[in-house]
């Protein structure tokens, strides 16, 4: 299978990434990046790209994918609300129409977040504008596509947030680790990356999956 993530640099995107390079099933991973990664692998070719708007010079380079995984994102907190429409809508536009001209059979997984608004009705303006994005990809018509509705992620892999203040969060709540991956309303980064690789050979019925599903959805996992 061929794959290409966004957002790799980031906490979550560097969860799918590290699943995928393990990964056997996982031929070709493509990242599509602001900042390059830093990580290594004769699976991976990186573009760094400022602006995703411009991804149609990227069309000769990435010429097949099997699954997309969107792992891109920015926190509504601090951020101008013209700018956070840009990268959560607008950008996550341009890519699913991107992958959809590479191959419309392909599958897609979002990651969005928890209180997300399906109906766009939400009086928080994120949870609309996420909802959008993911009412975009859901009727794109590509073969499939799931709305990652994550909460709570546990690290591993020495991982780490971006974002200062959530990197700050992880590193009190190290030692409550062990416990928290018991909790099925919390996920860990394993997990993550498995259950949404997954998504490619096991199809979903439900396409909005919460912490509990990623974690069953994991267990599924097979390296072939």
């Not at 980031?10 to 990046?33: A, P, Q, T, W």
């Not at 860990?188 to 997954?198: R, V």
């Not at 994991?218 to 072939?224: E, F, N, V």
Request: glycine share 6%; hydrophobic share 40%.
């Amino acid at each position: 299978m061929y794959v290409l993530i966004t957002g790799s640099t980031g906490m979550v995107g560097k969860s799918v990434l590290y699943e995928c390079v393990n990964d056997d099933r996982i031929k070709k991973i493509f990242l599509i990046n602001r900042v390059p990664v830093d990580l290594k692998s004769s699976k991976i070719s990186e573009f760094v790209i400022n602006d995703f708007l411009n991804l149609g010079k990227l069309k000769n380079e990435i010429d097949h994918i099997d699954a997309c995984f969107h792992c891109m994102g920015i926190t509504s907190f601090g951020q101008k609300a013209d700018y956070y429409y840009k990268v959560t809508f607008t950008m996550t536009k341009a890519l699913t129409d991107f992958v959809y001209e590479i191959n419309p059979k392909s599958v897609m997984t979002y990651v969005s977040g928890e209180g997300t608004s399906t109906d766009e009705k939400s009086k928080i303006s994120w949870a609309n504008i996420k909802g959008k994005a993911e009412n975009y990809i859901l009727n794109k018509g590509l073969k499939d596509a799931y709305m990652i509705r994550l909460g709570l992620l546990v690290p591993e892999n020495s991982i780490k947030a971006k974002t200062i203040l959530y990197n700050l969060f992880y590193t009190l709540m190290i030692p409550l680790f062990p416990l928290m991956k018991k909790i099925p309303s919390i996920t860990s980064s394993s997990n993550l990356g498995k259950a949404m690789i997954n998504c490619m050979y096991f199809p979903q019925e439900n396409k909005y999956l919460d912490n509990k599903i990623i974690n069953k959805l994991s267990l599924i996992y097979t390296r072939k």
